[in-house]
T-cell receptor, first 116, second 112 residues
């Protein structure tokens, strides 16, 4: 089946630094990628939708200047958490929708971010 | 924003029993999907049911969809310890670029 990877799988950083998370579709082309955030014992909250070659669409309440999304190619999207603070500590999950099978999204394994 | 509401929020049953989880949603959908998530891990896609389908089976899983009531159920038969996880329903909304919006989830615990 289709595989989506994320890198890194976990990261610890100091408050004020920026962290970049990569999401790659390994064996298919992804026209659209999605970024979710999940706090402990809670559900996944959609943060933004990114389409290859265009600006990301952010959900209400998500700061686009803080969470920079770049979808540079059909297999790679990146999420940069700028000037991270402890409240940004969370589990970040991406998903990718295949160009061929559009109704299914394939999820990455997630990246756990801890901001000290 | 959350679309689905699962109930119960938490469920503990004995191994071998059946587990039923329900999901309600608010808007018109293209399809509804169920996912499993083990603690601290990524999501596993279980099953997708389209808006024109009423029931679907996959192994020990049975999903129903009632679009008139905007609800779905997930039944796991003959539960096993390995089924212990959180289960989420997620809806692909019409006219929303097929964004998948997740419900709050049900934490299922299978007792040995």
């Amino acid at each position: 089946g289709a595989v989506v990877s994320q890198h890194p799988s976990w990261v610890i950083c100091k408050s004020g630094t920026s962290v970049k998370i990569e999401c790659r579709s390994l064996d298919f082309q992804a026209t659209t990628m999605f970024w979710y955030r999940q706090f402990p014992k809670q559900s996944l909250m959609l943060m933004a939708t990114s389409n290859e070659g265009s600006k990301a669409t952010y959900e209400q309440g998500v700061e686009k200047d803080k969470f920079l999304i770049n979808h540079a190619s059909l297999t790679l999207s990146t999420l940069t958490v700028t000037s991270a603070h402890p409240e940004d500590s969370s589990f970040y999950i991406c998903s990718a929708r295949s160009r061929r099978v559009q109704e299914t999204q394939y999820f990455g394994p997630g990246t756990r971010l801890l901001v000290l | 924003s959350q679309q689905g509401e699962e109930d119960p929020q938490a469920l503990s049953i004995q191994e071998g029993e059946n587990a039923t989880m329900n999901c309600s949603y608010k808007t018109s959908i293209n399809n509804l999907q169920w996912y499993r998530q083990n603690s601290g891990r990524g999501l596993v896609h279980l099953i997708l049911i389209r808006s024109n389908e009423r029931e679907k089976h996959s192994g020990r899983l049975r999903v129903t969809l009632d679009t008139s009531k905007k609800s779905s159920s997930l039944l796991i038969t003959a539960s096993r310890a390995a089924d212990t996880a959180s289960y989420f329903c997620a809806t692909a909304q019409m006219n929303r670029d097929d964004k998948i919006i997740f419900g709050k989830g049900t934490r299922l615990h299978i007792l040995p």
